[in-house]
């Protein structure tokens, strides 16, 4: 099983949108829909961001999206604000209760 | 509230052994499904374990199937990562994270702990 493939870094201007992609292979991102995000700070723990593609947890702001297309998942952050400048992760279920991350985006807002 | 408390880390010579502990507090910690994830310095997370709400059911990562064994005490709300054959590139932050949901596995970490250091060193 092999991580997913991320962009290592990705940018924009407070108030911008911003995309990062996220690529698998049939047997993960484009075979189920358990792809989820999440975003690390420096020197703290992940957080989740998005669920199953493009569900959002309780308090995650609705600045952050997902969605998916064929292997390749997105998260999209609208509305940059200086505050989602951080590492952020795909990670997709991979069959067998195995489970793949991807190696990670730094975002930075600039 | 809803909290992991990781303990247990530390520096420990290759080839031997360690034992991770999370402390689980705030929910229902015999309904979840937890996971181990790590992280070595300055890289990306890694997917370690998975275990069943009541323990029955465990999965591991290729790089570990076979050295680690996850457990859990849900009388104590306790999950365990038991490290054995220790390696240098087994040196990472070690996370405990509850599953999103109650009972079945959603493979999405919903709640995650602040991290046990592990260095594997001589």
């Known amino acids: 099983q092999s991580a997913l493939t991320q962009t290592p870094s990705a940018s924009g201007s407070p108030g911008q949108s911003v995309t990062i992609s996220c690529t698998g292979t049939?047997?993960?991102?484009?075979?189920?829909?358990?792809v989820s995000w999440y975003q690390q700070h420096p020197g703290k723990a992940p957080k989740l961001m998005i669920y199953?593609?493009?569900k959002r947890p309780s308090g995650v702001p609705d600045r952050f999206s997902g969605s998916k297309s064929g292997n390749t998942a997105f998260l999209t952050v609208s509305g940059l604000q200086p505050e989602d400048e951080a590492d952020y992760y795909c990670?997709?279920?991979?069959?067998?209760?195995?489970?793949?991350f991807g190696g990670g985006t730094m975002l930075t807002v600039l | 509230q809803v909290q992991l408390v990781e303990s247990g880390g530390g520096v420990v010579q290759p080839g031997r052994s360690l034992r991770l502990s999370c402390a689980a507090s705030?929910?229902?910690?015999?309904?979840?499904?937890m996971h181990w994830v790590r992280q070595a310095p300055g890289k990306g997370l890694e997917w370690v374990a998975l275990?069943?709400?009541?323990?029955?059911?465990?999965f591991y990562a290729d790089s570990v199937k076979g050295r680690f064994t996850i457990s859990r005490d849900n009388s104590k709300n306790t999950l365990f990562l038991q490290m054995s054959s220790l390696r240098t590139e087994d040196t990472a932050v070690f996370y405990c994270?509850?599953?999103?949901?109650?009972?079945?596995?959603?493979?999405?970490?919903?709640?995650w702990g602040t991290g046990t250091t592990v260095t594997v060193s001589s």
């Open positions: 994270a509850r599953d999103y949901g109650e009972v079945d596995f959603y493979y999405h970490m919903a709640v």
């Open positions: 705030g929910f229902n910690f015999r309904n979840y499904a």
């Open positions: 275990i069943s709400y009541d323990g029955s059911k465990k």
């Open positions: 049939n047997r993960d991102v484009g075979g189920y829909n358990y």
């Open positions: 199953e593609v493009k």
């Open positions: 990670s997709s279920y991979a069959g067998r209760n195995y489970l793949v």
